[in-house]
């Protein structure tokens, strides 16, 4: 066996590769899905942090779908332009901002849970009910356990 082979088998048994392969085609098929209302991925994780909790700072909303804090306040931005987000004065903190979907933003959710249900029933359509629940509880055990 040469070292190429060798190389790309480890590549290709990988767990990180596999997963880094199945986020890429995940992220160009939500991409594209969601061209057609006007957004991109970022600002589509803000709003779907909304979605889970409204009233949330910058910060927190950074953190949670992990972007940086230059990059969720241009996404931010951009989301308060297209009327789908509001800020609004802290009361325990006038210095900072709570984020609220708008009307329009709410409106905006059930065709984003459209998106992400078409795409994931696409991505899993290839394995059985019973490896999906298999697969789902395996993804969530190596999320909880982090890295060292």
């Given at each position: ?8 088998k480890?590549?290709t ?7 880094k ?9 939500i ?9 991109d991925?970022?600002?589509f994780?803000?709003l ?6 409204e ?12 972007l ?9 931005d ?9 800020r ?9 901002y709570?984020i609220?979907?708008?009307d329009k933003g709410?409106?905006?959710g ?24 298999q697969?789902?509880t395996?993804?969530q055990?190596?999320?909880s356990?982090?890295?060292?």
């Open positions: 066996m040469n070292k190429q082979t060798t190389a790309e480890i590549r048994n990988s767990a990180g590769w596999m997963i392969m199945i986020s890429s085609r995940l992220d160009s098929n991409k594209q899905e969601l061209k057609r209302l006007g957004l991925l970022k600002q994780g803000v779907m942090a909304l979605l889970e909790e009233g949330l700072t910058q910060t927190e909303i950074g953190k949670k779908i992990t940086p804090g230059y990059a969720t306040t241009r996404t931010i951009a989301l308060e332009k297209k009327q789908l987000i509001e609004r004065t802290d009361e325990r903190s006038r210095r900072s709570r609220y979907l708008t709410h409106a905006t059930p065709e984003l849970f459209i998106i992400i249900n078409k795409v994931n029933k696409n991505l899993l359509s290839v394995i059985s009910a019973t490896e999906r629940k697969l789902t395996i993804l055990k190596i999320l356990a982090g890295f060292a």
